[in-house]
């Protein structure tokens, strides 16, 4: 199966491309640069040097391809914080021997295997991290058919949006399966703790206690998860997320 990956977005011309790798190829030497009024294709064969950086591989070929001017690329794969700036644009303009004006802007998506059409046409959110408000401006009006609210952000905040946003995923499905197991383990019914819990769109299922700062305190908190902890070590359930979160706290507190 061949599955076309995007790495990112450029406007060139006046018009705007979608950059993407062909994983039907056995290596990361083959891109499709298409311009989306047309959808015409055009392939691009690039050498794979020794020691291989895909991104600053990509971004440094993408550069020899475009050439001088005006361009703002729009970064759209997921990459740690700082390679935007630190990689993507030094190897586009290494690409273009320097003769690029590049403006450069993060968008990252927020689509699931599966339902990739349905969640880019109904993303939660649009975010944008960029410097330039013309270049943030184009983005805007390219996703003007889509309703969801739009973020400006900078750069960074962007790169690590997705990364946030997926560790919080993985978060709560580890969260549910050890509250799953322990609930059964003291004769509950998981599901239906979990179902009820989602209801407190108060506190649960909410932006409480989603700001960075000091550790918890108080008694509540501390004495409920020790007890928590300590039923299931009892009864020999492993949950290695909650016995986290003490050491977590207390590591915070030490900070």
């Known amino acids: 199966e061949r599955v076309i990956r995007p790495y990112g977005m450029a406007e060139h011309g006046g018009d705007w491309y979608v950059v993407a ?14 311009r989306m009024r047309d959808v015409q ?7 794979r040097p020794g020691d ?10 993408f550069g020899a391809f475009v050439g001088k001017g005006d361009h703002r690329v729009v970064v ?3 990459v740690l914080p700082g390679t935007t700036e630190r990689v993507l644009y030094p190897a586009i303009m290494n690409g273009s021997k320097g003769t690029a004006r590049v403006k450069m802007a993060m968008n990252p998506e927020f689509m699931r295997e599966g339902t990739a059409l ?5 993303p939660p959110m649009i975010v944008v991290g960029c410097d ?14 889509v309703k969801a609210a739009f973020v400006e952000t900078s750069v960074r905040t962007a790169e690590l949006m997705k990364y946030a946003c997926n560790a919080y995923h993985a978060l709560k499905v580890t969260f549910a399966n050890e509250m799953g197991s322990v609930c059964d383990a003291l004769g509950g019914d998981g599901r239906e703790v979990m179902r009820i819990f989602a209801m407190d769109t108060k506190l649960n299922i909410s932006a409480a206690y989603l700001k960075p700062g ?17 039923a299931a070590k009892d009864r020999e ?9 003490m050491p977590s706290n207390e590591s915070q507190i030490r900070a």
Do not use: Q
């Open 132 to 145: 330039d408000l013309a270049t943030a401006s184009l983005v805007r009006d390219m996703y003007s058919d």
């Open 52 to 61: 291989f950086d895909p991104e600053a591989h990509f971004a440094k070929s």
């Open 237 to 245: 359930i492993d949950t290695p997320l909650l016995a986290a979160i």
């Open 214 to 230: 000091f550790a918890f305190g108080g008694s509540c908190l501390p004495k409920d998860v020790r007890a928590l902890n300590w």
């Open 118 to 122: 349905h969640d880019f046409e109904y």
């Open 76 to 78: 759209r794969s997921t």
């Open 41 to 47: 294709v055009m392939e691009r064969k690039f050498e």
């Open 21 to 34: 790798h062909d994983t039907g190829r056995n290596d990361l030497r083959h891109f499709a640069v298409a």
